[in-house]
């Protein structure tokens, strides 16, 4: 079975860090892009950012809204994905989902499965 | 940046309905745009890929269509399970998740 378990979230200070795993099972981790998606509670959907595989050299894209306080990282070795976030705001506050990016061709990708989730609440 | 509005926001249907739900791209996406189910509390399910092609295990009742900037999708008999937020999302061009802002299926 294809699983994503995300882990370490919990509250955190403004202008406080925070570190999210995402562990995989069930297919060829090292093989997919994994993206993080998060959503604010009550709120929509926002992609926060993409690493690729080692076949493309590990290059991340990240929103602009996080760019520049939050870094993707993954770990081949240990089939995980991470999130360093840094700087936080009351605003990053939100349910931070993992999602393995599925789809060959170019421009032909969705998110396919998607973690459980980990609650992230930044607040004094 | 893309924008995707779908519409409605909300939607209240019976069981048995067939309920169309709109996405509109601010610019042509070819057909990159996916579809997905989110129930209260939980996380997002892959309904549609590639604007049409249903996601294995995705009941029958659940389709997909459009390109370039109009996209639908549409439950043929609304179940009881089927009520849900339903977002589509673009996948033609970074930032690679843009997102609609959702619409809510409710029973009426």
């Known amino acids: 079975e294809v699983q994503l378990v995300e882990s370490g979230g919990g509250l955190v200070q403004p202008g406080g860090s925070l570190r999210l795993s995402c562990a995989a099972s069930g297919f060829t981790f090292s093989d997919h892009y994994m993206d993080w998606v998060r959503q604010a509670p009550g709120k929509g959907l926002e992609w926060v950012g993409r690493t690729r595989n080692k076949a493309n050299s590990y290059t991340t894209e990240y929103a602009a809204s996080v760019k520049g306080r939050f870094t993707i990282s993954r770990d081949d070795s240990k089939n995980s994905l991470y999130l360093q976030m840094n700087s936080l705001k009351t605003e990053d506050t939100a349910v931070y989902y993992c999602a393995r990016v599925a789809g060959e061709l170019p421009g032909y990708n969705w998110f396919d499965p998607w973690g459980q989730g980990t609650l992230v609440t930044v607040s004094s | 940046d893309i924008q995707m509005t779908q519409s409605p926001s909300s939607l209240s249907a019976s069981v048995g309905d067939r309920v169309t739900i709109t996405c509109r791209a601010s610019?042509?996406?070819?057909?990159?745009l996916n579809w997905y189910q989110q129930k209260p509390g939980k996380a997002p399910k892959l309904l549609i890929y590639?604007?049409?092609s249903l996601q294995s295990g995705v009941p029958s009742r659940f389709s997909g269509s459009g390109s370039g900037t109009d996209f639908t999708l549409t439950i043929s008999s609304l179940q009881p399970e089927d009520f849900a937020t339903y977002y589509c999302q673009q996948s033609y061009s970074t930032p690679w998740g843009t997102f609609g802002q959702g619409t809510r299926l409710e029973i009426k």
């Open positions: 590639a604007a049409s």
């Open positions: 610019q042509s996406i070819s057909s990159y």
